[in-house]
Structure formats: structure tokens, C-alpha cells
């Protein structure tokens, strides 16, 4: 038993330069199947963070997601999410103003879950600042448009306004803050609703608080129709004989209302007439014209407001 180990350890000396080559050979095997068996999957809009020391923020960056080109096991590639990873860049000793050019590697992935292969753009442009925090009043941001007939008479925000603290020579640059955008379509009415702030990309910002309640005041919509040529009728006591001509004989009428009875409004529901029942005197008269209009509707003009009116026997 001891001559056959110690023939076995001889011919492994005198063969250890050929297992040497035999365990290379495997290598660049392994290397050249794990090559063609691993998939290259692209993964977009990667959210790209900065982690600054305290009372530092970020001023300026030139991406804010970045997108990773991975390879890996069909497993590996099958659990790869751009909403569970992100690129976090340390930036230990930063300088005021100072713009820094960083390259990405896959040590800044955080639960990458498959080897990154290459990084789109390759690398970041940053600006940091001493951190600031300011007050700001808060602004309704909206989206489409109200039906037809209502307009917003007044927006009213609660708070009105929030702490915003981010890197000073941004918030010097900002007179408030919005919100995310509150969708106006289908709105039948007034309305109240609580939006998140929707804070800038410039920086790393926080706002407090960042939710506010916004309420939206709408009202109907006036518009305006002009009606030419109404006739101007008298109205006299009952049993009036004289003759009664008015000059002249017609008048425009402009009106205002909610949209929607302007559009169902017709010459025949505009009436127009001069008085004449105590006009005892056989002469002329200069008379207002009155106007006659359905309810809810403003008579904003009459032209001409005065007509002429002959009384004879």
C-alpha cells in the first residue's frame, strides 16, 4: 500500500506541468460556457442617488437614472427590477462649487442581483452646496382642462406654505413650490383634494410637510350673445285710442349668463317695450327702453337705451 502512494505522488511530480494546462483549459472553458450560457439584459431608468456628509446637499447633477446593461443566469436575470435597485455614489469629502466628474462601477448598485456589464451615460457631473432651509408658499399645478360652462374662481392651498431644505443657491433660485398636477376634467363642481409636493430634481430635497389639502373654487361660466334688431313694443293703459309711434322702431340687446342658457336663449324670450301709461299729454317723449329676460340672465347693454315716442290724437 505504501509503494503504490508513493508511486502515485512520483507520477503526479512528473505530470504536474500537464494538469497545470488541463486546469487552464477547463478555465477558459468554464469562462467561454458561462459566457454563452448567461443572457445580457438592459435595464432602464435606474434611480441614481448622492450619499453627501450632513449639512451637505446636492446643487447640481447632470443624471438622475441611469440606465444598466447586466448579464447573468436566466434566474439571475428573471428577478432584475429597476423599482428594488439603485446607483448610490458616496461623496465623503465634498467641496463648495466644486464640480466633480464620477464614473460609475457596479460597487455603487445596491441589489443589482446580476453582474453590470456597462452604465448609459457612464458617468455623473455633480455641484454640491452647504445645506439651507427656507419657507415657500405652495402652488396648485393642474392638468387638462374643466368642462365646458365652469371656470376656477379661486385655488386655495392648506398650508399655504412648507419648509423646503435642499442646497442654498437652489432654493435661492425658487419663488415656491408646486404640487403634482390635479386633473381638472370631469369636474362637475367644486372640489377638494390632498396632492403630494412635487419636489424638484435639482437636488435632493426634503419639504415638510409633503402633502397638502387643495381646494378648487369653480364657478359657472359667463358668456355673452348680442341680439340685433328687437322690436320695441309700447304698452299702454287699457283703452288707449291715440296714436303711439316709436323712433326707432328697434334696438340690439347684448345679454350674459351661465353658457348654457345663453346657448338655449332665442330672440323670442327678449323682450323689449317703453311705458306709456301715464303719458297724458299728446307730444313726444324720450323714453328708457325696458327689457324683458329669463331668469338668470343679465341684460348687459341696450342700444340705443333711450327711443323717441310720439303720442298723437
Not at 443572457?39 to 449639512?55: F, K
Amino acid at each position: 500500500m505504501k509503494n503504490n502512494r508513493s508511486k502515485f505522488w512520483t507520477q503526479l511530480n512528473k505530470d504536474k506541468g500537464l494538469l497545470l494546462v488541463c486546469f487552464v483549459l477547463a478555465f477558459f472553458a468554464w469562462q467561454g460556457i458561462r459566457k454563452n450560457v448567461g443572457i445580457e439584459v438592459p435595464v432602464s431608468n435606474i434611480t441614481v442617488d448622492l450619499d453627501v456628509p450632513e449639512g451637505w446637499a446636492v446643487w447640481e447633477k447632470s443624471v438622475h437614472r441611469v440606465n444598466v446593461l447586466f448579464r447573468g443566469t436566466r434566474e439571475e436575470i428573471r428577478y432584475l427590477n429597476a423599482d428594488q435597485m439603485r446607483v448610490v455614489i458616496p461623496v465623503p469629502n465634498p467641496k463648495q462649487g466644486d464640480e466633480m466628474t464620477i464614473k460609475f462601477t457596479d460597487s455603487y448598485l445596491r441589489n443589482p442581483g446580476a453582474k453590470a456589464l456597462r452604465f448609459s451615460p457612464s458617468e455623473i457631473v455633480v455641484k454640491l452646496d452647504r445645506e439651507s432651509t427656507v419657507t415657500l408658499p405652495v402652488k396648485a399645478a393642474v392638468d387638462g382642462s374643466l368642462p365646458e360652462g365652469l371656470e376656477i374662481d379661486r385655488i386655495v392651498c392648506n398650508p399655504l406654505s412648507v419648509d423646503v431644505t435642499g442646497a442654498q443657491q437652489v432654493l435661492d433660485g425658487m419663488e415656491n413650490i408646486q404640487t403634482e398636477p390635479v386633473e381638472l376634467s370631469d369636474r362637475k363642481g367644486s372640489f377638494k383634494e390632498s396632492v403630494p409636493i412635487a419636489v424638484p430634481q435639482a437636488g435632493r430635497m426634503r419639504v415638510e410637510p409633503d402633502w397638502v389639502t387643495v381646494e378648487f373654487f369653480l364657478v359657472a361660466r359667463n358668456a355673452t350673445e348680442e341680439f340685433d334688431k328687437v322690436p320695441v313694443r309700447v304698452l299702454s293703459a287699457p283703452g288707449e285710442e291715440r296714436l303711439i309711434t316709436v323712433q326707432p322702431t328697434t334696438v340690439n340687446i347684448t345679454v350674459s349668463g351661465q353658457h348654457q342658457r345663453i346657448e338655449q336663449l332665442r330672440s323670442a324670450d327678449v323682450f323689449a317695450y317703453v311705458q306709456c301709461y301715464d303719458l297724458a299729454e299728446s307730444t313726444g317723449y324720450d323714453l328708457p327702453v325696458v327689457v324683458d329676460l329669463p331668469a338668470g340672465l343679465k341684460l348687459v347693454e341696450t342700444e340705443p337705451s333711450v327711443v323717441h315716442v310720439e303720442i298723437g290724437n
